[in-house]
């Protein structure tokens, strides 16, 4: 696996294999590598000739009360996982490399982002969307995974993939999860371990969601009611949304039906957990 951390570098690097043929899958990730971004590697590994990951923690996307300075990190250990997962290049930029110079130009999402995560985190999408954008322009993948965990992150991505015609096929990619059903992410270190056992909440309550769908319920206020009665009973955790919108576009349904993502997001102490489940109605 090769480790490359400049820009420059990086571009040479992938002229070359696009020079010979190759289609590349990019895996763009914030570290502190678990099963959910391994399964992408595998994902891309199956798709495309070199797999590319990328490594940023990227200041951009974090409010100014969030956990940028505490986010995990141990590129160490990352670097052995995503070696021992087949990557093939392995791009790790500093902040410095990534945001030479930050002054001209301001990239905001003005569309799907007042809802879910977008309204509660104002400027995350746009933060995230600017370093994808700087991402794709390194590595020209052919092909980028991404994990349906943040399905919020797939809709926007899908939309800028589209309107700014980046030649790019969006694959998302099943949520990993624990045993117990809790989804895998970097931020569940920062549970106690009787919060982990709590936050099986969140999957327990989306699979709520799901009998009282498949049982016929088709009116989304009640099935948030009865999410949040589930969680409040069963955990500590502090609900910061539950939310039900058509996918991808975001937008209410009056009735559910079509493509329904249901989604929430919970508060333990030191740590906001999200969630969600696709279903086809
Ligand atoms: O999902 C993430 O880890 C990040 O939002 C991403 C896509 C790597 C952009 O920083």
């Given at each position: ?47 495309a ?30 670097e ?46 746009d ?17 980028a ?38 989804a ?84 333990f ?13």
């Amino acid at each position: 696996m090769q480790i490359i951390t400049a820009i420059k570098e990086m571009q040479e690097k992938i002229a070359q294999y696009k020079h010979n043929g190759m289609t590349i899958g990019f895996v763009p990730t914030m570290g502190f590598l678990h099963e959910g971004h391994l399964s992408l590697v595998q994902e891309a590994k199956q798709k495309a000739d070199l797999v590319v990951m990328s490594i940023f923690v990227n200041p951009l996307q974090f409010g100014p009360n969030e956990d940028y300075d505490r986010y995990p990190r141990d590129i160490v250990r990352d670097e052995q996982l995503a070696k021992n997962a087949g990557v093939d290049i392995l791009f790790y930029p500093e902040v410095t490399e990534m945001y030479k110079d930050t002054r001209y130009f301001h990239i905001s999402v003005s569309g799907l982002v007042d809802v879910l995560c977008g309204s509660k985190r104002p400027g995350h999408f746009d933060g995230v969307v600017t370093v994808l954008i700087k991402l794709f322009n390194i590595v020209l993948p052919t092909y980028a995974f991404f994990g349906k965990k943040d399905a919020q992150q797939v809709a926007v991505v899908m939309k800028m993939v589209e309107e700014f015609n980046f030649p790019i096929k969006i694959i998302p990619v099943e949520t990993v999860r624990e045993e117990d059903g809790l989804a895998k992410s970097s931020r569940n270190v920062y549970l106690t371990s009787e919060e982990k056992q709590e936050a099986t909440v969140l999957y327990k309550s989306l699979q709520l969601a799901k009998t009282l769908i498949e049982e016929g319920e088709t009116n989304s206020r009640s099935i948030i009611e009865k999410m949040t009665r589930f969680i409040q009973n069963h955990s500590q955790g502090n609900i910061d949304y539950i939310e039900i919108y058509s996918f991808p576009n975001l937008k209410p349904l009056p009735n559910l039906q079509g493509h329904v993502l249901v989604a929430l997001a919970v508060r333990f102490t030191n740590v906001r957990l999200i969630d969600n489940i696709l279903l086809e109605i």
